[in-house]
C-alpha cells in the first residue's frame, strides 16, 4: 500500500434533520469517544468505495434508520481542531423529515437518537453546534 509522505485529513458526512415545521432538529447520542454521551449531528467518515453524498445517506441511516430524505449540500467545515482524533474535513447535508418525527432509531455508534426544539438544544459534540447555527442563519 502507498504511504504518502505527507499527512491527510480524514473526511466525513454529517447531516442536519429538522421535522416539516422547522422547529425540532434530530441529534444523536454519541456511543463512544471522543464525547461519548454528548449529543451530535448523525454524521461519519467517508469510506474508500463511496462519495461524500453516499456517506451521508448512509451514515443517516445507520445511525437513526431514516431513509429516503432528499438531502442538500449546506457547507464544508474546515477547522483546524474540530476532531480531537485527528484532522477532520467535514461536509454537511441537510433535509426535512414530512412524517411524524418520531420514527428516527439509533443505530450503529449512536446510543440514542431525539428529537429537539431548535431553541433548547443540549450541549453538542465537536462545532455542531456551529454548524447548527450556520445552517439556521443560512437557510431557515
Not at 502507498?2 to 422547529?23: G, L, M
Not at 465537536?126 to 447555527?133: G, Q, Y
Amino acid at each position: 500500500m502507498y504511504q504518502y509522505k505527507y499527512p491527510r485529513p480524514a473526511v466525513t458526512a454529517d447531516v442536519i434533520i429538522f421535522d416539516k415545521n422547522k422547529e425540532k432538529i434530530l441529534l444523536i447520542e454519541r456511543g463512544g469517544e471522543p464525547f461519548k454521551g454528548m449529543w451530535a449531528l448523525p454524521g461519519g467518515f467517508m469510506d474508500m468505495n463511496e462519495t461524500i453524498e453516499q456517506t451521508a445517506f448512509r451514515e443517516l441511516e445507520e445511525e437513526t434508520n431514516l431513509t429516503g430524505i432528499e438531502l442538500n449540500q449546506l457547507h464544508t467545515f474546515t477547522a483546524i481542531g474540530r476532531d480531537p482524533r485527528h484532522r477532520t474535513v467535514t461536509t454537511v447535508f441537510y433535509g426535512f423529515i414530512d412524517d411524524n418525527p418520531q420514527t428516527a432509531i439509533a443505530g450503529d455508534d449512536a446510543a440514542k437518537a431525539q428529537w429537539f426544539n431548535i431553541f433548547d438544544l443540549p450541549s453538542l459534540a465537536f462545532d455542531h453546534r456551529e454548524v447548527i447555527d450556520f445552517f439556521i442563519d443560512g437557510v431557515l
